[in-house]
């Protein structure tokens, strides 16, 4: 009888039924208002981060679709796509923010995020064959928004893609811009170019009353070699002017990404896209933009790693300043994550205190790479979901089956403080 009392106490305390199933074999339950959810799905196919807001804002960062096949040389990866090959990745990403906002009877994804123009962050229209009614390919991005509609997207292009070279020949870029173009007159689509040092970007799309009972801030960090000086909207350029530059040797793709770092009470975290910190191959000081950036952030709780962890990323210099409580590592690809990078990672002498790390898809040749490092992986494959409880104080980490569409929880961490 006792029992049976102690167990309606316990249920009435845990509120909705979808709170009881936070446990290790159900599905992780539905968002509720005052959470902050970072959902790192893992299609296999490259990074896409989906958001939601302590007050309903909705934020998609990438969409990649690499598709098995290497845009540089139309060679095969022999990746496969998670959770399985029947359907690319662009529409797995949209089935699973669509069951993420299941509670919403108008799913809509309120901004999209293209952290820089590169297959496995946007989709590649290579050897695809699926159309949609305005033309263009349906990859990565573009097929995301055939299945939700897509509010506003920022990018580092937009409108003209000239930085730092025009961008015509690109055929990923061109038919990203006949989606732009078709959802803009048809759908009512929104697009802006990302710009560092402003806070104004990304903001809560709910009415008054709702948008201040959950305040966050989201900081645009860095863009296109733009970095935020700390103050204001002040920004200084990291890159020398072009003008002094052979196009040889202007900055890569990966060093545009868009950087950001947004917090909900004391929980910070950090977005990097596929920025680089470590020189290679007698590189310019100036490719290091690890070292600019890290002037300008603060610690964070969780950090998305750059560039995969591959081996040009995640610098000491960054590392010290960001000091991770928790790194997510986006692998895709064999040499995701690099064993040196998990060295400077786990290394005491960056910074003092714990840290786990959580990999998104690990490769069987990555695992034999990284074979020191593997038991202090908390996980090697499945969807990383950081969820901040309401206020940001606390947070947990959940790791959810990629092998199907019941997004069972495998793992969880947690509750961690928010430093
Ligand atoms: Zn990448």
Redesign the pocket.
Known sequence: MQQIRLFVLYLTLLGPIEALAQEVGQPLPVWQAGELDIHHINTGQ??ASFIIFPEGTTLLVDA?AINSMDWRTNKPRNIPTRPTNDRQAGEWIAHYVRNTLRFDTNPTIDYAIIT?F?D??MGTPLNVTKRSAGGYVLTGITEVGEFIPIRKILDRGWPDYKYPRPMTADTMVSNYRRFLDWQIQHKALRVERFQAGRSDQIVSVKPTGVREKYPFTFTNLAVNGQVWTGKGSNTWSAFPDLITLQPAVYPNE?MCSIVFQLRYGSFDYFSG??IQGVLQFGEPAWHDIETPISTVVKPVDVQLLD??GYGDSQNGTLLASLRPRICII?A?HATHPAPEVLERIFSGQTYRGDRDAFATNLLEEAKTAIHDFLPRLKSTSGHVVVRVDPGGATYRVFVLDDTNESFNIKAMYGPYASQ
């Open positions: 490259g990074n990649g820089h590169h496995d962050h990966n896209g596929d560039h995969h986006p895709w």
